[in-house]
């Protein structure tokens, strides 16, 4: 079994920083890629970023220059520096990972997600 566990949420002002982080745990193999989804009350999910095991990087325009993903191999974690955070980036951030368990399966795994409010 592999779960993903977030933390790192909360509540700050406009124009405030704040760093999300995931761990990934169970019976893994390798992790091909992970990442970071949220969804606003409302709305659809959407990818905010997501980050390869070789580092390659992708970003939703409405972030790039103020969010940055990184991910430490090793461990199994992904962090998102989140800057300059706006009111419209207030959702449920859930952590995802595309992982190969040590029984060869692929698995698409999400975490339960953290919560992000910006108040204005």
């Known amino acids: 079994q592999v779960q993903l566990v977030e933390s790192g949420g909360g509540l700050v002002q406009a124009g405030g920083s704040l760093r999300l982080s995931c761990a990934a745990s169970?019976?893994?193999?390798?992790?091909?890629?992970m990442g970071w989804y949220r969804q606003a009350l409302g709305k659809q999910r959407e990818l905010v970023a997501t980050?390869?095991?070789?580092?390659?990087?992708n970003y939703a325009d409405s972030v790039k220059g103020r969010f940055t993903i990184s991910r430490d191999i090793a461990k199994n974690t992904v962090n998102l520096q989140m800057n300059t955070l706006k009111p419209e980036d207030t959702a449920l951030y859930y952590c995802?990972?595309?992982?190969?368990?040590?029984?060869?399966?692929?698995?698409?795994?999400w975490g339960n997600g953290t919560l992000v409010t910006v108040s204005s």
């Open positions: 169970g019976s893994i193999f390798s992790i091909a890629s």
């Open positions: 995802n990972a595309l992982i190969v368990t040590r029984s060869l399966y692929r698995m698409d795994v």
């Open positions: 980050i390869t095991s070789g580092g390659n990087t």
